[in-house]
């Protein structure tokens, strides 16, 4: 199909040309979103909810324990509902701990270390408790775990995968937006019953809000093999529609944006941030971003991916912020632009709109 119609049709499953009603809403739409970078996923959701939500009401669907933050695929963090949580690590956690046994074997972390520290964490969190980063390394050391260097981190991860923790409420931070948050039990968190068949039912939510796409996406998204990328391609064969061979999207499932309302009222540029959904989470990335900026724009050799400017459903530039202390305040700028992309006015406005959800009064 035409990379034109291919576009337009992402936009609106991503809900960047119908966006959603509420934070919560465009989480559970889409299912989990890259989130490395703390403040990235929470620009991510913002920008696909209707009505410019501040920072802090982002930051509450956190707070309340409605949102969390967790290594749900490829060893890289994502925010997700945390009633979705245990349904998404059912799928991917077992190959996750496949991919890091190798570090944790080089660390000296075998499973009697991680037994000891899952202990001590649950003992640390009972009673709804909650740890920072800091606190977390420091119940390890009273376990006799040395979590120097990058152990604490690779134990963190090792029992985020096994269900015990995950990343909840901010860490209110003076000096600028909070990048920290608290670690959480997730059995005091609100589940959901497990579904039937945990793959097909992400299968389907992946292609719900990022088709139409194949299985060969779903593949790099999830991280997992080929092959049980297409087994959960045919599991979900009934809630699936093809329209062309290989190429799905969900079939009578509306996205969760309100087209009537917002089609033809949205940005004619949209600021995306670092390793965000639209552009990042497939295999081939040429449907809407030229190969030559892509190359510009990354994954990069140390694995880093570019914010990112969208203009009428293709990727035309890139773009710089900073939430670090004594920087949050100077205003984003773009790096990149295509030639004859964009009007620099409707540019300078999509970067507005960053600078307004980080602004300090924005943050309650």
Do not use: K
């Amino acid at each position: 199909m035409l990379d034109r119609s291919l576009a337009a049709q992402r936009m609106r499953a991503h809900l960047l040309s119908a966006p959603a009603a509420t934070v919560t809403d465009a989480a559970a739409h889409m299912l989990a979103v890259q989130a490395q970078e703390f403040w990235a996923g929470r620009w991510a959701l913002a920008t696909r909810t209707e009505g410019a939500p501040t920072l802090g009401r982002v930051d509450a669907a956190f707070d309340d324990g409605t949102l969390v933050r967790a290594w749900t695929q490829r060893g890289t963090l994502h925010v997700v509902r945390a009633v979705d949580l245990p349904a998404l690590l059912a799928v991917t956690a077992e190959r996750q701990e496949r991919a890091a046994a190798g570090i944790l074997r080089g660390l000296a972390v075998d499973d009697a270390v991680l037994r000891a520290a899952e202990r001590a964490a649950r003992a640390a969190l009972a009673g709804r408790a909650r740890l920072t980063r800091a606190e977390f390394a420091g119940v390890l050391r009273a376990a006799r775990i040395d979590p120097a260097g990058s152990r604490g981190n690779h134990i963190l991860s090792a029992l985020a995968l096994r269900g015990v923790l995950a990343f909840g409420p901010v860490v209110p931070r003076a000096d600028g937006p909070t990048r920290d948050q608290y670690l959480v039990a997730v059995d005091d968190l609100a589940a959901r019953p497990m579904p039937a068949d945990p793959l097909a039912e992400m299968f389907v939510g992946y292609i719900r809000s990022h088709g139409p796409a194949r299985a060969e996406d779903f593949r790099w998204w999830a991280g997992l093999p080929i092959g049980i990328a297409r087994r959960a391609a045919q599991a979900a064969a009934d809630s699936l529609s093809e329209m062309e061979p290989g190429l799905f999207t969900a079939a009578g499932t509306p996205v969760a944006g309100r087209a009537s309302e917002t089609e033809g009222v949205v940005p004619p540029v949209h600021a995306l941030p670092p390793f965000d959904e639209y552009y990042l989470s497939y295999a081939d990335r040429t449907a809407v971003c030229d190969p030559g900026l892509a190359a510009r724009i990354g994954p990069t050799a140390n694995g880093q991916v570019a914010p990112v400017l969208v203009a009428a459903g293709r990727v035309v530039g890139t773009w710089r912020h900073s939430v670090a202390a004594g920087r949050h305040h100077l205003p984003p700028e773009p790096v990149i632009v295509a030639d004859g992309a964009s009007p620099a006015s409707d540019i300078a406005d999509a970067l507005a709109r960053v600078s307004r959800f980080f602004s300090p009064r924005n943050a309650s």
